[in-house]
């Protein structure tokens, strides 16, 4: 996919356990990472996200919603915790356990 006058290329990104769906998109100049998630159509395929709220990042870091996107730029929606790190940590701990030490399917 390339630029035109005016037009920038970006990704919107979504991943939940199960499924993972990138979309890559051809936005006006100036197009905010809210428009492209909109623009992105994921709804269908994840309908446990409301893509109009749900929290927003680009590479990694969080964003607001009229943030600025450039050319190259992956926009990553953001899935709730299913639950408070800092909770599975005192629960291990309870235990005698740390995160680097339990096992892969050990849901503390």
Same mark, same amino acid.
């Given at each position: 996919m390339h630029e035109g006058p005016g037009e920038i290329i970006v990704e919107v990104a979504?991943?939940?356990?199960d499924r993972q769906r990138v979309v890559s998109l051809r936005m006006p100049a100036g197009a905010t990472a809210r428009e492209a998630v909109l623009a992105a159509g994921l709804a269908a395929e994840f309908p446990d996200l409301d893509p109009a709220v749900a929290p927003l990042a680009v590479f990694g870091a969080e964003v607001v919603d009229s943030y600025k996107l450039r050319s190259?730029?992956?926009v990553d929606l953001l899935?709730?915790?299913l639950?408070?790190?800092r909770d599975a940590r005192r629960e291990l @701990? *309870? $235990?005698g356990k740390t995160i @680097? *030490? $339990?096992?892969?399917?050990d849901d503390a």
């Open positions: 979504c991943g939940w356990p190259g730029d992956r899935r709730p915790l639950r408070d790190p @701990a *309870a $235990r @680097a *030490a $339990r096992p892969a399917d």
